[in-house]
Nanobody, 119 residues
Framework: VQLQAFGGGLVQAGGSLRLSCAAS????????MGWFRQAPGKEREFVSA??????DYAESVKGRFTISRDNAKNTVYLQMNSLKPEDTAVYYC???????????????WGQGTQVTVSS
């Protein structure tokens, strides 16, 4: 599976961004997909994941971020609203056979996209 993330940028606190991740190489609809992020000096952390019928979110983004997928386009999205400066990080797309695999950070990885939220 090859993953390529898009959509990062600079936004003011309270603003919104939508990240996209295009996947190729396998049957996308069978894969769980997700997003992690890594802030400077911190470990990579789970943000959100989506399977065929379920979604999962880190507590820090619940109610603000929404993950979705378009199987026809082999793409997963992360809509990020009410952004905070602490959301600043490099966001990575990941995919794997199971939700548990993705949530554990044991799936395939794409390159990251920088999200910067100014106060």
């Amino acid at each position: 599976v090859q993953l390529q993330a898009f959509g990062g940028g600079l936004v003011q606190a309270g603003g919104s961004l939508r990240l996209s991740c295009a996947a190729s190489g396998r049957t996308f609809s069978n894969y769980a997909m997700g997003w992690f992020r890594q802030a400077p000096g911190k470990e990579r952390e789970f943000v959100s994941a989506i399977g065929r019928y379920s979604t999962d979110y880190a507590e820090s983004v619940k109610g603000r971020f929404t993950i979705s997928r378009d199987n026809a386009k082999n793409t997963v999205y992360l809509q990020m609203n009410s952004l905070k400066p602490e959301d600043t990080a490099v966001y990575y797309c990941t995919g794997g056979g199971l939700m548990a695999t993705v949530v554990a950070g044991q799936g395939y990885w794409g390159q990251g996209t920088q999200v910067t939220v100014s106060s």
